[in-house]
């Protein structure tokens, strides 16, 4: 006949199915559940920051992009209402595509880039394809016709009010206050109950 274990102080040796919910209600804890919310809102935004470094410095001829789009800031209300100074507005970049009037699209003029609504195509003097561009507020259209070669890309959307939230953020004051110090605080979320539990246990076995 079988008979039940018993320990040396009187108890039956049964699994410690307190010390396993203890540390399942160590892992569920606020200041975990906190960090794991941080990090699923914080880490795009790293993720973002860290590719548009990147695309940077591998093409400096070109504003940085993600994945094909490339973030740009809306310093005037030419384009007004369909997106306003302080915007953040994204570009599909499509080098060397056809276009159409009504597309609005991003040219480089010079040092700075312009996006404006193609109001007409012709063809210039050498018999090369030109498109007119006019921004919507605008009473005129722009001085210059644009190449085809000028062109980075065509507007997909807007994020109102953004633009400048995302030239700090890529600033190395911006990306240490936006990313690396919450990034910094999700992590000692994670450490610090690891820590304090260690340290209790250090104490018991002082006393002990």
Not at 14 to 42: A, M, T
Not at 112 to 140: F, L, M, P
Not at 180 to 194: E, G, H, K, R, T
């Amino acid at each position: 006949m079988e008979t039940e274990k018993i320990t040396s102080d009187g108890g039956a040796n049964l699994p410690d199915n307190d010390s396993k919910g203890g540390s399942k209600r160590r892992f569920f804890n606020p200041s975990n559940i906190i960090g794991i919310i941080l990090c699923v809102l914080l880490l795009p935004g790293f993720f973002l920051s860290i590719v548009l470094l990147i695309s940077s410095l591998g093409n400096k001829d070109l504003p940085p992009n993600c994945f094909g789009y490339t973030p740009m800031l809306v310093e005037s209300d030419s384009m007004s209402p369909v997106f306003s100074e302080d915007d953040l507005v994204l570009i599909r970049n499509k080098k060397n595509a056809s276009y159409s009037v009504g597309d609005i699209i991003c040219y480089q003029s010079n040092s700075i880039y312009v996006t404006h609504r193609i109001v007409e195509i012709t063809v210039d003097d050498n018999g090369n394809t030109v498109y007119i561009t006019k921004g919507d507020a605008n009473n005129s259209p722009d001085k210059d016709p644009v190449q085809i070669d000028q062109i980075l890309g065509v507007y997909k959307m807007r994020i109102k009010n953004m633009g400048k939230t995302l030239l700090f953020v890529q600033t190395p004051i911006g990306m240490i206050v936006c990313v690396m110090l919450p990034f910094f605080v999700v992590l000692m979320l994670f450490i610090a109950p690891y820590l304090i539990t260690n340290q209790k246990k250090n104490e018991e076995n002082k006393q002990n």
